[in-house]
């Protein structure tokens, strides 16, 4: 797994969503990302290392920046 953070990417969560759910898709990169929930539509923003400890897996790669 890389650290590498695209937009669009899809995600897997260590744990899961109060919703069910445990897939995410990238909404917005910076200092924080936002990430939004496949199960219930919420939107979450988490700091960087925040995220990378929470991600378990990338499952579908966003397109490269140009």
Same mark, same amino acid.
């Given at each position: $797994?890389? *650290? /590498?953070?695209? &937009?669009? *990417? !899809?995600?897997?969560?260590? #744990?899961?969503? @109060?919703?069910?759910?445990? /897939?995410?898709? !990238?909404?917005?990169?910076?200092? *924080?990302?936002?990430?939004? =929930?496949?199960? =219930?539509?919420?939107? !979450? $923003? &988490? *700091?960087?290392?925040?995220?990378? #400890?929470?991600?378990? $897996?990338? &499952? #579908?790669?966003? @397109? /490269?920046? @140009?």
């Amino acid at each position: $797994m890389t *650290d /590498e953070i695209r &937009l669009g *990417d !899809v995600i897997r969560t260590r #744990k899961s969503h @109060p919703c069910g759910s445990d /897939e995410w898709t !990238v909404i917005r990169i910076g200092a *924080d990302i936002k990430i939004k =929930c496949h199960g =219930c539509s919420r939107i !979450v $923003m &988490l *700091d960087r290392d925040a995220f990378l #400890k929470r991600r378990k $897996m990338t &499952l #579908k790669q966003g @397109p /490269e920046n @140009p």
